[in-house]
């Protein structure tokens, strides 16, 4: 009898090789392949047959452009990700953190659309039903008419779908879910794929709009293969510190609404709950300022957000350490480097460590001048003004380059009390007179030396 062969499979990008490899050979992505059954191919013929004859070639323009229909969840701050509510037919996966409520937001989620009338089915592979209502009544959720149904099997979760035909399902999470199609195990890649793949036809098909939760893996990517993010409609990603009460919800990707939105939560004894005016919630509160802090202002989605960028620079052994939390690790090489050729302040033999308050994650290069404003305060021992903050990208030359809707930004830190900011020379204001900008000292800079200069004579 011939043996039964196993092959590899990249989780990165889902290409396969027959042989383990240290590198992917499709994906070039190191120490990704692992070992899992392979598909058996006959069965598996007509799994994706095409859910009409073959269509019509129209003319783009005759095509009726019908609005999607938006179902508001009835949470402000998910349905300003979601790019105004669910919409029908629609796949959203959310991914985060174990813990971090995934499982909550959704489930409360649910019950508010129940409550507003509409068919929800939640489909629990992590949890037993019992396990569910306790949460549900720890929520609040008393007498919630959302329909549970605690199932892995893909055929039986597509069955009900199809006999239940509800208007919104959540699937908690995709990677308990399999199809016996396949022989690997749930969460492999393969299985992953092919159930999502199962999902997303059937919410295309019937117009049920289907939540996916993903698993996340210690690296903080969404776990399973690139190819899930490319199959749902909206990715949300939920961040924060676990630590802290406050969780963000952020729109990585979505073909019905903005992306780059985010959503601010707080966890409370009664679950999730939104927080309307996010824009003072990552500070820290220091009676008197200290050194290694700086504040910046964020603009996430719509909404500036107030963020404190705190620096340690510490002197270090023969290899210094860069360490950054909630920022671009090699952002901050590039601006060490920056500090040492254009303003001659060297940490070559410093560890420097920076973090983002709150757990946020900072992707903007609008960053850059406080994380070098910070890494100088800390490395000379000397704390910046009270009520000082910046913003603005630096680049490789020593340029302060403007950071976009720099006018919103300094209004935001303005009406909060903020009363000293260096800020790049274009995102000066030219009605600086305003009301909006009553108390406010502004310093534009158009180069890193100058800003540094400006900051040491405060
Ligand atoms: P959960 O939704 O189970 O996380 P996930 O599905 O993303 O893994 O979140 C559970 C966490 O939230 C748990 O640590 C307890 C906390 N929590 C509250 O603080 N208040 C609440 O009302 C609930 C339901 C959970
Ligand atoms: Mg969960």
């Known amino acids: 009898m011939a043996k039964e062969k196993t092959h590899y499979v990249c989780s990165d990008c889902g290409g396969t090789s027959p042989k383990w490899q240290g590198k992917c050979p499709s994906c070039q992505a190191w120490n990704t392949l692992i070992e899992s059954a392979p598909e058996s191919a006959s069965p598996a013929k007509n799994r994706f047959a095409s859910l009409a004859k073959t269509a019509e070639v129209a003319v783009l323009g005759d095509i009726d452009a019908v609005d999607m229909s938006r179902t508001p969840t009835g ?34 989620a649910l ?3 129940q409550r507003s009338g509409q068919n929800t089915l939640y489909v629990t592979g992590e949890e037993s039903g019992a396990q569910v209502a306790l949460r549900a009544r720890r929520l609040g959720l008393d007498g919630s008419q959302v329909r549970v149904l605690a199932e892995i099997g893909l055929d039986k979760i597509l069955a009900t779908l199809d006999s239940m035909q509800p208007d919104i399902a959540v699937i908690d999470s995709i990677q308990t879910v399999y199809s016996d199609q396949l022989t690997s195990a749930p969460g ?16 295309k098909a019937s117009g049920v709009c289907i939540v996916l939760v993903g698993h996340v893996t210690k690296e903080g990517a969404l776990a399973g293969p690139r190819v899930l993010e490319h199959m749902v409609d909206t990715v949300l990603y939920f961040e924060g510190d676990t630590h802290s009460s406050f969780r963000l919800v952020r729109a990585i990707k979505n073909r019905f609404g903005a992306v780059n939105e985010i959503g601010v939560f707080a966890m409370t004894e009664k679950g999730l709950k939104g ?3 996010p824009s003072a919630i990552f500070l820290s509160q220091h009676s008197e300022p200290v050194p290694g802090s700086c504040v910046m202002v964020t603009l996430e989605g719509t909404r500036p957000m107030l963020v404190e960028i705190q620096a340690l620079v510490d002197s270090g052994g023969p290899s210094p350490r860069r360490l950054s939390v909630g920022l671009d690790k090699d952002r901050l090489a590039m601006l060490l480097a920056v500090l040492h050729r254009h303003a001659s302040v060297a940490c070559m033999d410093q560890d420097v460590f920076v973090n983002a308050v709150g757990g946020v994650r900072i992707s903007e290069p609008a960053a850059d001048l406080a994380v070098l404003l910070a890494i100088t305060s800390s490395l000379r021992g000397k704390p910046l003004p009270k009520g000082f903050f910046a913003f603005g990208e630096v680049g490789l030359a020593g340029e302060v380059r403007p950071a976009p809707r720099g006018q919103e930004r300094l209004k935001e830190a303005a009406k909060l009390g903020f009363s000293v900011a260096v800020v790049p020379k274009a995102n000066l204001p030219k ?3 305003s009301k909006d900008f009553e108390g406010l000292t502004i310093h534009a800079v158009e180069r890193v030396e100058q800003a540094m200069e400006v900051v040491r004579n405060l």
């Open 75 to 108: 949470h402000e701050e998910l349905d300003r990700v979601l790019g105004g509510g669910m919409v029908e037919g629609g796949v959203v996966l959310i991914g985060g953190d174990p813990g971090i409520g995934k499982s909550t937001l959704l489930l409360q």
């Open 111 to 113: 019950d508010s659309l």
């Open 188 to 203: 492999s890649v393969a299985q992953v794929r092919e159930c999502a793949a199962h999902l997303t036809r059937a919410a």
């Open 275 to 277: 927080v309307s005016n």
């Open 431 to 433: 009605n600086l007179k």
